[in-house]
């Protein structure tokens, strides 16, 4: 059971992973129109997961017998001034994720929804992951700096990642 205040923030928090795989599929197509193909299928990657932290929320609350209601979107940057630019707003936006999971978890503790709470574990420990990601990929990009090679042998290491389904929870 979800009471409506847990169900309305759940439900902002579906909207937020939807604007998150959003702001990725852009990042994708930016860095793939720059040459980046490698960074390309990172941020697709990374899309992909935003979908099913997204599916996550939208499975919950229907199996909690309430329903979604999906709300606008708001249009993602599609500009960037270089891939270092795309990963300090990546990770200034998983920080912001982080902290809205964070409010979830107090509300969640508030209304004593114990089953909610348990829900968000796996994105609070999500969240470390997404952040660290980010921060080394920024500590490299500056160490990297201008040299063309050095992004270039980045940019061949990201085209290595695959996107692996993360368990279903709440399902
Ligand atoms: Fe990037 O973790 Fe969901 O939003």
């Given at each position: 059971m979800l009471n409506k205040t847990m169900t309305e923030a759940l439900n902002r928090q579906l909207n937020e992973e939807l604007y998150s795989a959003y702001l990725y599929l852009s990042m994708s197509s930016y860095a793939g129109s720059i040459g980046l193909k490698g960074a390309a299928n990172w941020f697709m990657v990374q899309y992909q997961e935003e979908m099913a932290h997204f599916m996550k929320f939208y499975t919950y609350i229907n199996n909690q017998g309430e329903h979604v209601v999906l709300l606008p979107l708001a249009a993602p940057p599609s500009?960037?001034?270089?891939l270092l630019d795309m990963f300090e707003k990546t990770l200034k936006h998983e920080q912001h994720i982080t902290s809205c999971i964070n409010d979830l978890v107090d509300l969640a503790l508030r209304e004593k929804d114990h089953a909610t709470s348990i829900f968000l574990q796996w994105f609070v420990t999500e969240q470390i992951e997404e952040e660290e990601n980010d921060r080394d990929l920024i500590a490299k990009l500056k160490l990297i700096g201008d040299n063309g090679q050095g992004l270039l042998m980045l940019d061949n290491e990201m085209g290595t990642r695959v996107f692996v389904p993360p368990a279903q929870t709440g399902a």
């Open positions: 500009e960037f001034d270089s």
